[in-house]
């Protein structure tokens, strides 16, 4: 069971812009805890896209943007292109349950 | 470079036992907190464990779901993270993905390995 909400998808056409929201309450993303952000492509494991709710691990594109306010988050992928075609995940640290959580994950298709 | 390689996974059927391994290599193993990370087929992420690394106690820390019956272990001589499941139940199937923390945050996963598929069936 997800403790973080996101839309189940989003779509757009090449070069649009895309957003995925990610739903937290205070005992995570509201306490002040960091958003992450993960791709995963078919078949394979996911990989960080978003740390510390805005940071980009280095050969991440600068297409990919994160942003925290509140007990949400949200992330930005513009100029879509068709290998970002996967599915998104947002994470953060829950103190009531003292772990880690996962969001709900949204598939991105492009048109 | 880093690479985490899990293995283990197989058919086990309910109630039964399993012990799955994670072997690294690329980077110090001991400096790192290391988690279990599940995901059942067509599903979501769920994280399932974590081990602190030895300057922080090794302390262990589980999912509600899993409490009580899987029991998450480091070998820090042999770069390597395991994890014992006991009692399986159908819904522990899943890929389990064996996943290093990131010293910058605690919190993000930033090396994956490609997942052990465990699939709990009578």
């Known amino acids: 069971q997800s403790v973080l909400t996101q839309p189940p998808s989003v779509s757009g056409a090449p070069g649009q812009r895309v957003t995925i929201s990610c739903t937290g309450s205070t005992s995570n993303i509201g306490a002040g805890h960091a958003v992450h952000w993960y791709q995963q492509l078919p078949g394979t494991a996911p990989k960080v896209l978003i740390y510390g709710n805005m940071n980009r691990p280095s050969g991440v594109p600068d297409r990919f943007s994160g942003s925290k306010s509140g007990t949400s988050a949200s992330l930005a992928i513009t100029g879509l292109q068709a290998e970002d075609e996967a599915d998104y995940f947002c994470?953060?640290?829950?103190?009531?349950?003292?772990?880690?959580?996962f969001g709900t994950g949204t598939k991105v298709t492009v048109l | 470079q880093v690479q985490l390689v899990e293995s283990g996974g197989r058919l086990v059927k309910p109630g039964g036992s399993l012990r799955l391994s994670c072997a690294t290599s690329g980077f110090t193993f001991s400096d790192y907190f290391m988690t279990w990370i599940r995901q059942p087929p067509g599903r979501g992420l769920e994280w399932v464990s974590h081990?602190?690394?030895?300057?922080?106690?090794?302390?262990?820390n589980y999912a509600d779901s899993v409490k009580g019956r899987f029991t998450i272990s480091r070998d820090n001589a042999k770069t390597s993270l395991h994890l014992q499941m006991n009692s399986l139940r159908a819904e522990d199937t899943a890929v389990y993905f064996c996943?290093?923390?990131?010293?910058?945050?605690?919190?993000?996963?930033?090396?994956w390995g490609q997942g052990t598929l465990v699939t709990v069936s009578s």
């Open positions: 081990i602190t690394n030895s300057a922080a106690g090794s302390r262990q």
């Open positions: 994470q953060s640290y829950d103190t009531s349950l003292s772990g880690y959580v």
């Open positions: 996943a290093r923390v990131s010293r910058i945050s605690l919190v993000h996963l930033d090396s």
